[in-house]
């Protein structure tokens, strides 16, 4: 089966299938435990995508890809390669979360706090996305120009301090307050942070022969 789709930045996408195809397995990672000698077989739909022409103006080569389902249809096929490559998309998101936003950066005690701040921080992702017409392309040297309703969440953050000075604030401006007097000096914090339990931590075998040598 054979699938041919217009893109934007690729040019023509073309996604061959194969039915009923299945992986060699070995007695590796997750099969390492099994008991049989004989590993199962496990069908499948192999899918090669090629395209004309990659950002850069680089040389385009197939991308294999693997799926444990069997019968699929051209829109099947279509869906798994597209949805393969949105995977750069999350992956890129998470990682403005984690190393932009701080997401990762509080060490929160409590399932519900770390709820509460997910949320701010997809609310503060929000923002980037909602001020990307307003905020200037402040570029690093080595970055190329984009317009600006292209600017990514990252350039709209080094100059969102620009377009909060000119943007109406309809909340009032903060009160001075004074930090409280906290745990006396000398004193001792009487109630400890609760331990969880981080579960398996043994280190699992690499090969077969070590793996038998833990089991005896």
Not at 53 to 78: E, F, M, N, Q, Y
Request: some cysteine.
């Amino acid at each position: 089966m054979t699938t041919s789709t217009d893109t934007t930045h690729y040019g023509t996408a073309e996604a061959t299938a194969w039915d009923r195809m299945h992986p060699r397995l070995t007695h590796r990672g997750p099969w390492l435990e099994h008991m049989m000698e004989e590993l199962p077989v496990l069908h499948g739909t192999l899918l090669r995508l090629k395209v004309e022409h990659l950002p850069g103006d680089r040389d385009p080569k197939p991308l294999w890809l693997w799926c444990s389902a069997i019968g699929a249809t051209g829109t099947d096929v279509d869906r798994w390669w597209q949805a393969f490559l949105r995977r750069f998309d999350l992956e890129h998101t998470f990682r403005l979360m984690k190393q932009t936003l701080g997401w990762t950066r509080p060490k929160v005690r409590h399932s519900d706090t770390a709820d509460v701040w997910t949320w701010l921080i997809i609310a503060a992702h929000t923002q980037l996305r909602l001020a990307r017409p307003l905020a200037e392309d402040l570029r690093r040297p080595w970055e190329r120009p984009t317009p600006p309703r292209r600017l990514t969440p990252a350039r709209v953050r080094r100059g969102f301090r620009n377009v909060r000075a000119t943007t109406a604030r309809p909340a009032a401006a903060p009160k001075p307050s004074r930090p409280g007097p906290g745990r006396p000096p000398g004193s001792k914090n009487k109630h400890r942070a609760k331990h969880h339990d981080v579960g398996k931590t043994l280190k699992r075998a690499e090969s077969i022969k070590e793996h038998k040598a833990q089991r005896d």
